[in-house]
């Protein structure tokens, strides 16, 4: 199937063309009378069709044949004719195989192919005169689905790629039992054509084997005929205690190596194999088709150039069945060997430009749009308004399992798509909506914006919604998604070392009754935590708030601390809804945590805290700083309205403007052995609700150098409660203390207390 003879198949034709302009103007006056009078030889230079005039002015055939010019026959009287005539057209009647054919005395090579040349006992050979679309049928194709169809459709494509026509196919099953060899040519199907596999188990090829430079197929429906075979599978190896399962003799319904192919208003259905697969291609683009019952991949492209798959449907992908065959012993999905299928993919995109738009996929089992590359391109990937379910109680593959999986990808766009998640087996282990994975280069942007994730009905808890696995070069933007997760991670950010990240304008519910979070950053190891780092202005929910476990809207967590160095993090203008945010910590440049509202608390661990810690404008219950070692270096607690906050281990810090409402103690600094850096307590409001509660404790139970500790301007509100002190001094140093200044106290049963 090489270039040179499509090129030369190409010039042949127009030498041709160009010697069939005046004939075609002339014989088309005369209609079909001119083709009697080219055939008796009135008109030199017989041409290969015939150019019919307007129908008014046509002659019939019966007319024709009055006048003794035409002749009804069959293939198999013109194939024993002996006696042929150069002056007659004849009429084959076969169905299916209707049409006109003329005697060249001058042909004495040509095959008999069937549709266009009938070759006779005696070397006759007869040729088809038609204008317009080439019909399989003429090559005696039964479309039956009992007969061989085989090396008929072979004939008639054979044609078709001489001459760079396209092929037609009638409604009608054609059985073929090994590959259809297509090369730059158009095949277009009707209403019910379909191309069936032969065969069984064991006999493996693709229907249709594409070459040149460009394919279309149009209307066709290709069945692997797999409901009525025998499924087998190879056993690969166990996995995580499963035993893991890929097919033998696999095949596909189209393997394309063309240029450029075309997919129009396709069905693939019952596919030991994969629906498409393509490799090499310039550009492949399918457009309104179904893949239904595929056993591994519905479209599968590789290194390709160009891939656009639209307004497709995709059903049943990859899903193992209740009972197959494994290298020839019976298997039982639901016994007690937990059996997993490691693909079943929707569209696997290996391309430097993907495109995967508008369309639905219904139970796959693996992923159901993949980007990815594992040679030097650099790709590009938008995935945008398709429609995702997870339905199928055989869902199960630990490769891991996801909805949208990029990797190795330079850009994405991930917008507008819909996903939701009702069932899957119990049994598996990894599940997500969403999975952005590492890739290698040193400049990458991914936008996931608009889109709808549901599993708050999944019949199990999962891995997380969306997974961002960052690289140092990454810039990645995740806003305007709706969430509604029953996972441990609403949002999982993996070796959060991204240049940039912005997570913004979020509406995150997760609906996990178990230790959770909406949103959560972790750092392997001890390389560099994001650049820049932007939480901001999402709605956060927590199904669970219990105290018993660990349920956090946003969790900066990891089993080592995190290196922050030169990182800046923002988390602001959230809606916690009653949640709390978490961070354990090293090292962190400076971060920023403001006007967020409804938060539960805010809880900050690490080895050494933030070079600079901004805590501003926040509804919050409680604040706990609390660094394991070392300090934070400096703190700025200001305008924030809070119940009571904890402090230990910070160098210098400012706790100035805040409304604070406590049970308990207002603001609390175990500061040692720090409480000799800088402390600026002023201007606070504390008001005081229950009795032995306490404003400000300052606890010195090491007896630091407290003289650089300020306590001034603070107003203290006692309400009468019994018990109640306004400022509590803990220290062995009676001489090195705090300076108290210009504080109000009202109703307040002990002012300062000293010990």
Same mark, same amino acid.
């Given at each position: 199937m090489g270039k040179h003879k499509v090129e030369s198949a190409e010039s042949h034709n127009q030498e041709q063309e160009k010697g069939l302009i005046s004939r075609r103007k002339l014989l088309a006056s005369l209609g079909m009378a001119g083709v009697a009078l080219a055939s008796s030889g009135l008109i030199a230079g017989l041409p290969t069709k015939a150019y019919a005039a307007s129908p008014d002015n046509r002659a019939k055939v019966k007319d024709l044949m009055n006048q003794n010019l035409v002749v009804t026959t069959t293939v198999a009287a013109l194939r024993a004719n002996t006696q042929p005539a150069a002056e007659l057209v004849y009429f084959v009647k076969d169905s299916g195989m209707e049409g006109m054919f003329y005697y060249n005395a001058a042909d004495t090579s040509t095959q008999d192919n069937t549709g266009t040349v009938l070759v006779s006992t005696s070397g006759a050979r007869f040729k088809r005169i038609f204008d317009g679309p080439v019909h399989v049928k003429w090559f005696g194709t039964k479309g039956d689905?009992?007969?061989?169809?085989?090396?008929?459709?072979?004939?008639?494509?054979?044609?078709?790629?001489?001459?760079?026509?396209?092929?037609?196919?009638?409604?009608? !099953?054609?059985?073929?039992?090994?590959?259809?060899?297509?090369?730059?040519?158009?095949?277009?199907?009707?209403?019910? !054509?379909?191309?069936?596999?032969?065969?069984?188990?064991?006999?493996?090829?693709?229907?249709?084997?594409?070459?040149?430079?460009?394919?279309?197929?149009?209307?066709?429906?290709?069945?692997?005929?797999?409901?009525?075979?025998?499924?087998?599978?190879?056993?690969?190896?166990?996995?995580?205690?499963?035993?893991?399962?890929?097919?033998?003799?696999?095949?596909?319904?189209?393997?394309?190596?063309?240029?450029?192919?075309?997919?129009?208003?396709?069905?693939?259905?019952?596919? =030991?194999?994969?629906?498409?697969?393509?490799?090499?291609? =310039? !550009?492949?683009?399918?457009?309104?088709?179904?893949?239904?019952?595929?056993?591994?991949?519905?479209?599968? !492209?590789?290194?390709?150039?160009?891939? =656009?798959? =639209?307004?497709?449907?995709?059903?049943?992908?990859?899903?193992?069945?209740?009972?197959?065959?494994?290298?020839?012993a019976a298997a039982s999905f639901s016994g007690t060997d937990k059996w997993n299928h490691e693909y079943g993919d929707g569209v696997y995109c290996f391309a430097e430009k993907g495109t995967v738009a508008n369309n639905s996929f219904i139970n796959i089992n693996r992923i159901a749009i993949v980007g990815e590359r594992f040679t030097a391109i650099e790709p590009e990937m938008t995935v945008s308004g398709n429609v995702i379910e997870h339905n199928h109680p055989r869902l199960r593959c630990n490769n891991p399992a996801s909805s949208m999986w990029m990797e190795h990808v330079k850009k994405a766009t991930i917008t507008g798509n819909t996903s939701r998640f009702i069932q899957r087996d119990v049994h598996e282990l990894i599940v997500s909506d969403i999975t952005l994975a590492v890739n290698p280069f040193e400049r990458s942007e991914y936008t996931v914006t608009g889109n709808i994730s549901d599993s708050s009905g999944f019949n199990r808890a999962h891995a997380s919604s969306y997974v961002v696995w960052t690289t140092p070069g990454m810039s990645c933007t995740i806003s305007g998604n709706i969430i509604r997760s029953k996972s441990d991670q609403g949002i999982l950010i993996g070796n959060a070392n991204a240049n940039n990240l912005i997570i913004s304008n979020n509406d995150i519910i997760n609906f996990n009754t178990e230790p959770s979070a909406c949103i959560k950053l972790v750092q392997g190891g001890t390389g560099p935590f994001c650049k820049n780092l932007i939480i901001k202005d999402n709605t956060l929910k927590q199904a669970s708030h219990s105290d018993q476990g660990k349920f956090y809207s946003v969790a900066f967590a990891h089993n080592d601390p995190i290196d922050l160095t030169d990182a800046s993090a923002m988390v602001s203008g959230n809606n916690f809804n009653g949640g709390k945010l978490y961070i354990a910590a090293s090292a962190i440049e400076a971060l920023s945590i403001e006007a967020n509202r409804n938060m539960e608390l805010i809880e900050m661990r690490g080895q050494d805290g933030a070079n600079k810690l901004i805590i501003h404008d926040n509804d919050v219950n409680d604040i706990v700083l609390n660094p394991l070692t070392g300090s934070n270096k400096n703190a700025f607690i200001t305008n924030n309205y809070f119940k009571s906050m904890y402090v230990n281990g910070i160098d210098d810090i400012f706790i100035q403007n805040n409304l604070i409402r406590t049970s308990s103690n207002g603001i609390y600094i175990q500061n040692w052995p720090y409480l000799n850096h800088l402390i600026r307590i002023v201007g606070n409001t504390i008001d005081l609700l229950e009795p032995f509660a306490k404003g400000i404790y300052l606890d010195n139970v090491n007896g630091e150098d407290a003289r650089m500790t300020v306590v001034c301007q603070n107003v203290l509100l006692g309400n009468d409660k019994a018990s109640t002190v306004g400022i509590k001094w803990s220290s062995p140093d009676t001489v090195n203390t705090p300076l108290f200044s210009s504080n109000i106290f009202d109703r307040v049963a002990a002012e300062v207390e000293r010990y």
């Open positions: 689905g009992a007969t061989d169809d085989t090396a008929s459709i072979q004939n008639a494509l054979a044609y078709c790629e001489d001459n760079r026509c396209p092929l037609h196919f009638a409604s009608g !099953t054609y059985l073929i039992t090994a590959s259809l060899l297509i090369e730059s040519i158009d095949i277009v199907g009707s209403p019910g !054509t379909v191309i069936k596999k032969g065969g069984d188990h064991t006999a493996a090829f693709h229907l249709f084997l594409c070459g040149g430079e460009s394919v279309t197929i149009q209307n066709v429906i290709f069945d692997g005929n797999r409901d009525s075979l025998q499924s087998h599978w190879r056993f690969k190896g166990d996995q995580f205690d499963f035993k893991t399962v890929n097919i033998i003799n696999n095949y596909a319904a189209i393997k394309s190596y063309a240029g450029n192919t075309l997919i129009d208003n396709c069905l693939f259905r019952n596919i =030991h194999g994969d629906g498409y697969f393509g490799e090499g291609n =310039h !550009t492949v683009f399918i457009r309104e088709s179904r893949f239904e019952n595929i056993a591994q991949n519905a479209v599968w !492209t590789w290194n390709c150039k160009n891939v =656009h798959v =639209h307004d497709c449907h995709f059903h049943d992908i990859g899903i193992l069945p209740e009972q197959f065959y494994v290298e020839g």
